[in-house]
């Protein structure tokens, strides 16, 4: 076959409309609903069939159209309208960031969700990464994230006539995205990464995205050969293996393209485990460039590491088998001066020559700062992860928690953005996070708030029946089958919306677990109920998928047909649709695997209100007027027990609460009192739960510490770094020594006991050896006492050393007074742990002695 030369022909813009090109390539577009209506506007057909993506858009859109509308003044003044909302929103000064942050942060995620069009992304996590890098360019912040560029996506979910997920394979054009290829001195970058007996090249591409830049790292290059060229192809897909080329190429690659933009960062994030090989980047370059040893190189580098966790139960961390990492490191530990075991001991709890390579435990032993991302996950994280920190309570293990957010401006449909405007202010955006100011969502009419959000549910309605339609049709079915979807959902009856990742865990089908009173429910002839149902199954996730199938079925059975539907390819446009359209959105995972969970933070932007159980960000947020709950917290019953009580409670709670309340109208036509429910929804909700509060809250717990103990760490060529390695070490041999010889309670009259309010004099014999006083802390950790175990302990340090020569050296004793807040019976132990200026973390070293 004869070998064919492509090239493309592109409608040149007249000079009216240049600046369409530049508001293209910004994705600022994203969330800013008047820049995407000047796109829609040039051409509605050629809109909706590039999926809403403006450079498209401006690539097909006919020369003749371009020239109309180039002469259009109404149009032009938009135009020049939207472009002056966008300068003054690049160069605007008074940004949160300008006045309060300073630190240069570097972000690396595996996906970022974006936008419909840019398809970089699979579910939570990536609309996660999404939404913080919006408000991070929002706020100001000197931000500059890092990912992979995924030429095949996630996948495209087709759902056959049998309810079977089917997987179809994206292809994206580079040229159709809003990227540049980052160039230096005019020559394109290249970044290298050392896989076993080759270098592969990586190009990066530029993602503008406000303020802010994303670089997407990018194998597919005629210099590399055919399979590495494949490493980005898929976002999760293929082998270990694979994974494992990926991680290296974000994480090594992404540190690399950083250095050779030229962005120095003092703050590194990892949003989840995949990114972590940047640690070991980032110090053999120290090692390699300035001379200094890897411990204190990790001193530098952990202290600048900030590392968030997503996932509550062990198999959802990335782990590989020694053979793999030897496959792919061997050298490595030799460049830094370590053992072979020393390294592995990078990514194990224990020495243990069977364990596998954890990147969630590399991530937490390079990084001073780690977080949960909400107060319950907090808590499981802290008991998973607490084999890192062996013989530390499980409250003090260093992982906190900030809860997620969502970006407001990005999931308010833009109707919102306007009655915002008009009933709150025209800077609502800037204080989105400020509780009192969403007081005055009191001051919105009740007429006005229930006729906006029922003209969004229509359009909504509306989405969703053409998504059916264009499914039956693609699927062969009948006319009468295609038609009849003009017949499915109604605007008047209440619309409650299910869509995730179909996980098992997520209990998509709880609902079908009671078909029967399903049915009288939905069917209902005064006060009928529907359901739409969207989401994706991984496609090596058979249970997942056999979910879907069920729900399908029940779906096109003739006694639900029409109340509840399965809408496929659930994706960021149908996300958003549904968050603007139902009133009530379903979350029903099983406690305590959702970490946070962010869908249900959409909804109150729009008026709608929240039936979840309470987990994640839920557990946080309902206060039994916002929404309603399902099930009680169980602690310690069996998943069977925790399906049944959410069950019975989903139905009563549907039943006896929600549809009574929705189709209660005293005036005979507004539900006043569900109303009122959405105000509250909206006034509790969207002031915590948005990405500007999360962001800050990074920024004040986690950026602004880390940049400062970085730039401690370097200060004076690593001194401090060198004296902080040098003492660990010191420390690490001489800790055998440190005992607590004895311990008492001073009690003057009855023994041990004390009036509510006194004081408890301690006084303690510890061996220190050749240790000092000044580096440790003797500290009392007492509480609360029920057979024989300390709960709710505090921690208070016994501060008065005394050299007691007489019984050796390095014998001192300690003496110090705890209070008795409280009446009861109350536990005491005591313990020493190292301190040193310089340590980030209480229990940095993993070293405790206790009584």
């Not at 792919?328 to 990514?347: C, D, H, I, K, N």
């Not at 069977?354 to 008991?383: C, D, P, Q, Y």
């Amino acid at each position: 076959m004869e070998s064919l030369l492509t090239f493309n022909v592109i409608p040149k813009l007249p000079g009216s409309l240049e600046a369409l090109r530049e508001l293209a390539y910004n994705m600022w577009w994203s969330w800013e609903p008047t820049a995407r209506r000047l796109f829609r506007e040039l051409d509605v057909e050629l809109w909706e069939r590039t999926n809403h993506n403006p450079v498209r858009v401006l690539q097909l859109c006919h020369q003749s159209r371009l020239i109309e509308m180039g002469s259009d003044e109404r149009y032009l003044t938009e135009l020049g309208r939207v472009y002056q909302a966008f300068q003054n929103y690049i160069a605007r000064t008074d940004t949160y960031g300008a006045l309060h942050a300073q630190e240069a942060i570097a972000y690396f995620s595996a996906e970022y969700g974006l936008h419909e069009s840019f398809p970089n992304y699979s579910g939570g996590l990536g609309i996660l990464s999404g939404d913080h890098c919006k408000s991070a360019s929002d706020l100001g912040l000197n931000f500059r994230a890092v990912g992979l560029l995924y030429r095949d996506g996630y996948f495209k979910q087709q759902i056959n006539k049998e309810g079977w997920q089917e997987a179809v394979q994206l292809n994206q054009v580079v040229n159709h995205l809003p990227l540049r290829e980052v160039k230096i001195d005019d020559k394109p970058l290249r970044v290298s990464i050392e896989l076993p007996g080759r270098l592969v090249l990586a190009r990066v591409w530029e993602l503008a995205l406000g303020r802010i830049k994303i670089y997407l790292l990018d194998t597919m290059l005629p210099e590399n050969s055919s399979a590495d060229q494949l490493i980005t192809s898929s976002l999760y897909g293929g082998n270990q293996e694979l994974r494992m080329q990926q991680e290296m190429v974000l994480g090594i690659g992404g540190i690399r393209a950083l250095k050779a933009i030229g962005f120095v960062p003092n703050v590194c994030h990892m949003n989840e485990g995949h990114s972590a090989f940047l640690s070991l980047e980032r110090i053999r370059d120290l090692v390699e460039k300035n001379g200094i040893n890897f411990d204190t190189a990790l001193q530098v580098v952990a202290a600048s590491n900030i590392f968030t966790t997503h996932t509550p139960v062990p198999a959802g961390n990335e782990v590989f088998s020694e053979e793999l990492m030897k496959a792919y490191f061997e050298a490595y530990p030799g460049s830094v001066g370590l053992t072979w075991e020393q390294f592995m001991r990078l990514g194990q709890e224990s020495i243990d020559p069977k364990a596998l390579f954890s990147m969630t435990i590399l991530a937490l032993r390079t990084s001073r700062f780690s977080n949960a991302v909400s107060k319950l996950h907090g808590e499981v994280s802290r008991h998973l992860w607490q084999g890192v920190w062996k013989g530390v309570p499980v409250e003090e293990i260093p992982i906190i928690s900030i809860t997620n957010g969502v970006h407001a401006k990005t999931w308010a449909a833009g109707e919102f953005h306007n009655l915002y405007e008009k009933y709150l202010g025209k800077d609502w955006e800037d204080r989105q996070s400020d509780p009192d100011f969403w007081r005055g969502v009191i001051d919105i009419p009740d007429e006005v708030l229930w006729q906006l959000h029922q003209t969004l549910k229509q359009r909504s309605i509306e989405f969703m029946r053409e998504r059916i339609r264009r499914q039956r049709i693609r699927n062969g079915e009948t006319p009468d089958e295609v038609r009849h979807v003009n017949r499915i959902l109604n605007t008047d009856v209440l619309t409650i919306g299910f869509a995730r990742r179909f996980a098992t865990y997520k209990r998509g089908s709880l609902l079908f677990s009671d078909p029967e009173r399903l049915r009288r429910i939905v069917t209902n002839r005064e006060h009928p109920v529907q359901f739409i149902f969207a989401g994706k199954a991984h496609p090596a996730d058979e249970e997942g998928k056999k979910i879907i199938q069920e729900v399908y079925r029940y779906s096109r059975d003739p006694q639900f047909e029409g109340r509840i539907i399965f809408v496929e390819d659930y994706d960021i446009n149908i996300g958003r649709r549904l968050y603007h359209g139902c009133d009530v959105w379903l979350n029903n995972p099983l406690r305590p695997y959702e970490a946070s969970g962010t869908s249900g933070m959409k909804l109150p932007l729009n008026g709608g209100i929240n039936l979840s159980v309470l987990d994640g960000w839920w557990l946080e947020s309902f206060n039994g007027k916002n929404g309603w709950a399902i099930g009680a917290d169980i602690i310690g019953g069996s998943n069977d027990y925790q399906n049944e009580v959410d069950i019975q409670s989903l139905f009563s709670v549907l039943e006896n609460q929600i549809v009574p309340l929705y189709y209660a109208k005293p005036d005979g036509r507004l539900p006043l009192a569900w109303i009122q429910s959405m105000r509250e929804s909206m006034r509790t909700i969207v002031p915590m739960f948005n990405t500007h509060r999360m962001v800050k809250e990074y920024d004040h717990f986690l950026y602004e510490p880390a940049a400062v103990a970085h730039g401690i760490m370097e200060k004076n060529d690593f001194q401090n770094a060198r004296e902080l390695s040098q003492w660990k070490k010191e420390m690490i041999l001489l800790w055998p020594q440190v005992e607590v010889q004895e311990y008492q309670i001073i009690s003057s009259e009855q023994q041990n006991a004390f009036f509510v309010g006194e004081e408890v004099t301690l006084k303690a014999t510890v061996q220190l050896g050749a240790i000092k006083p000044e580096h440790v802390r003797v500290q009392a950790y007492f509480g609360p006492s029920e057979k024989n175990v300390i709960m709710s302990p505090q921690v208070q340090d016994i501060p008065n050393a005394i050299p007691l020569l007489e019984a050796g050296e390095g014998v001192y004793e300690y003496s110090g007074k705890i209070p008795a807040a409280e009446s009861g019976s109350y536990g005491l132990r005591l313990r020493i742990i190292p301190t040193h200026p310089y340590m980030l973390q209480p229990h940095e070293l993993r070293l405790i002695t206790w009584n």
